[in-house]
């Protein structure tokens, strides 16, 4: 138990916010972008900077507190909210600073993608993000990062120049490839475990600000054909483009089969190389051509709303087969919610050509990366459309090369986190115990501190 006075002293020790829960503030600050939890935390402290994260960790461990860190609050897994214990929020964390010349951008860690954007942008430049821009770049930084120039400049952590990090004894280190260079290996992939991280420095590249984007929208009775002939084309395209299948219902529709694709190379070039996109038949819709590359960031965000409650499955597969394809339509034609769908990912291009030893995170051999994402309303139909997630990725399963996206997991238990870490999971478990012995940071696809 927390007395007042305990509490008091820690909140004179920030600069930002200590929320309690008589606070009026408190339900909307518990609150994340999954609405599958509810959870009720003693002590919300926000962070304003580096100091405050200091101070945070000390009265935590010093109190055995519980913690949960929050960058940008939607993930799936709803690890950044605890029941008791104290929510070590980030969000107020938002400084940009963009080196044009470097082409570099350091920013903290409460920022989301629309914002870095923003601010690199406005020099004509970006490094690879998610594709729905009210995610935060922490959370999807320090799983990975898939995202729409990752054939081109290979995800997230392949671009990930340093991190300033706040350990569980309470220190502050650096970490990049010349400081702490295995707790640099460790935090590209290693979801949170080893610490608080207060800002990310990342490499930048010329990119639009118009690309050639958007997305052509087929109807779902030509799944099967679209996707035989996604297969094909994604894997035989140039680096600079990036194409995702997805399957959804646009606003009073039926479900559809979308190609969204992101080319960020030359624009009179590219024309021709997503020509043949168009080609499987007649589309529903063409939302294929130059765009800005921020409203390409933004294409999918409005199927995404906060406050649903959301469950995912996700796998690499070998490959698209025929079978898997057979699996895609069938589910496609039977999801239980209108909001639910299937986004398909790739690991190509640039992205694909890094040793899966060369960081923690190790998914670099199986090109595509289905997540299946559930998404209702009403908490009466969880059974039915968390079953049907469940079942979809089951009747992937032969299809399957064996490992998962660690941020793309809503079933968090130890067995997915070793598949989602594979043959980097030994490692990863010893630099938890340099830098973690205690398992504090163990909300989270957590690694177990070992020898
Ligand atoms: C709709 C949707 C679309 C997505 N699309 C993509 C995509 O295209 N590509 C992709 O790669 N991923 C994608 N993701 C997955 C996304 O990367 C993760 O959900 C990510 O964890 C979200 O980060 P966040 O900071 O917003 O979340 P949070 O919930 O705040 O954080 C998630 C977890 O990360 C850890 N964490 C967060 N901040 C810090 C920090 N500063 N220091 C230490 N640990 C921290 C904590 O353990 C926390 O529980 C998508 C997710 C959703 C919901």
């Known amino acids: 138990m927390l007395n007042d006075t305990t509490i008091e002293k820690f909140k004179a020790s920030l600069r930002g916010e200590l929320i309690q829960r008589s606070d009026e503030r408190y339900d909307e600050a518990r609150k994340l972008w999954n609405g599958m939890f509810d959870r009720r935390p003693a002590l919300i402290a926000r962070c304003v900077g580096t100091a405050d994260v200091m101070s945070a960790v000390n009265f935590a461990r010093d109190n055995g507190l519980q913690v949960a860190v929050r960058g940008g609050g939607h993930s799936f897994a709803g690890h950044s909210v605890c029941d008791g214990g104290l929510v070590i929020d980030l969000s107020p964390m938002k400084a940009i600073r963009v080196d044009p010349a470097a082409r570099t951008a350091r920013a903290e860690a409460g920022v989301k993608w629309i914002e870095f954007d923003h601010e690199t942008q406005a020099f004509g430049l970006a490094t690879t993000g998610g594709t729905v821009s009210d995610t935060g770049i922490a959370g999807l930084t320090l799983g990975g990062g898939l995202g729409w120039l990752s054939n081109k400049h290979g995800l997230t952590v392949d671009n ?88 959804f219902n646009p606003p009073d529709s039926d479900t559809v089969l979308a190609l969204v694709c992101c080319y960020c190379g030359p624009l009179d070039k590219g024309e021709e190389v997503i020509r043949p996109l168009k080609s499987v038949g007649p589309p529903v819709q063409d939302m294929l051509g130059p765009m800005p590359y921020v409203a390409h960031q933004r294409i999918t965000d409005a199927g995404f709303p906060a406050g649903s409650y959301y469950y995912t499955k996700a796998d690499f597969l070998v490959d698209l087969t025929d079978e898997a394809i057979e699996v895609f339509a069938e589910y496609a034609a039977t999801k239980p919610s209108l909001q639910s769908g299937v986004l398909v990912q790739t690991v190509c291009g640039a992205a694909s050509r890094v040793a899966s030893s060369a960081m ?92």
């Open 360 to 451: 923690a995170f190790p998914h670099r051999r199986f090109p595509y990366a289905p997540v299946i994402v559930s998404q209702w309303l009403d908490a009466l139909d969880s059974d039915k459309n968390i079953g049907w997630a469940r079942d979809f990725w089951r009747a992937l399963q032969s299809f399957a090369g064996g490992g998962v996206y660690v941020n793309d997991l809503s079933d968090v238990d130890e067995d997915r986190v070793r598949i989602a870490y594979g043959a980097n999971y030994e490692r990863l478990a010893a630099l938890k115990k340099k830098y973690d012995p205690d398992n504090f940071f163990r909300l989270n696809p957590n690694i177990k501190p070992t020898m």
């Open 160 to 247: 990930l120049i340093s991190a300033d990090v706040v350990t569980a004894d309470g220190r502050f280190v650096t970490a990049s490839a010349t400081e702490n260079q295995d707790l640099f290996w460790g935090l590209r992939g290693g979801s949170g475990n080893f610490g608080v991280v207060t800002s990310f420095e990342y490499r930048l590249h010329a990119v639009g600000p118009t690309i050639l984007g958007g997305m052509v929208v087929y109807p779902l009775g030509k799944a099967k054909e679209v996707l035989r002939f996604y297969r094909g084309f994604s894997k035989a395209a140039p680096d600079e483009l990036t194409i995702y299948a997805l399957v």
